[in-house]
């Protein structure tokens, strides 16, 4: 079962999600390095994802300084990755 490494990024997600997708492509494009956990593959990691979030939503992206985000936007991603100063 996937744990959140506290040193990268973490995504929990799946491929019949468009917003997982979405935010797949946003940090494939922006060159940041990250550990893609798909809930298809491995559906015990949904848990994990859930006791993070305590939602059942998806994405959930962790960041290193162990917050996250459920579902978020471009710009969430963007703004958590400048304040990390990983873009």
Same mark, same amino acid.
């Given at each position: #079962?996937?744990?959140?490494?506290?040193?990268?990024?973490? #995504?929990?997600?799946? $491929?019949?999600?468009?917003?997982?997708?979405?935010? %797949?492509?946003?940090? $494939?494009?922006?060159?940041?390095?990250?550990?893609?956990? $798909?809930?298809?593959? $491995?559906?015990?990691?949904?848990?994990?994802?859930?006791?993070?979030?305590?939602?059942?939503?998806?994405?959930?992206?962790?960041?290193?300084?162990?917050? *996250? *985000?459920?579902?978020?936007?471009?710009?969430?991603?963007?703004? %958590?990755?400048?304040?990390?100063?990983?873009?």
């Amino acid at each position: #079962m996937a744990t959140p490494n506290a040193s990268e990024i973490t #995504m929990f997600g799946a $491929d019949w999600c468009r917003d997982c997708i979405r935010t %797949k492509k946003q940090l $494939d494009d922006l060159g940041v390095e990250y550990t893609y956990v $798909d809930l298809v593959a $491995d559906p015990a990691a949904a848990d994990v994802a859930k006791e993070i979030s305590g939602r059942t939503n998806i994405p959930v992206v962790v960041y290193p300084d162990s917050s *996250h *985000h459920v579902e978020p936007s471009n710009a969430d991603v963007e703004s %958590k990755l400048r304040e990390l100063s990983l873009i």
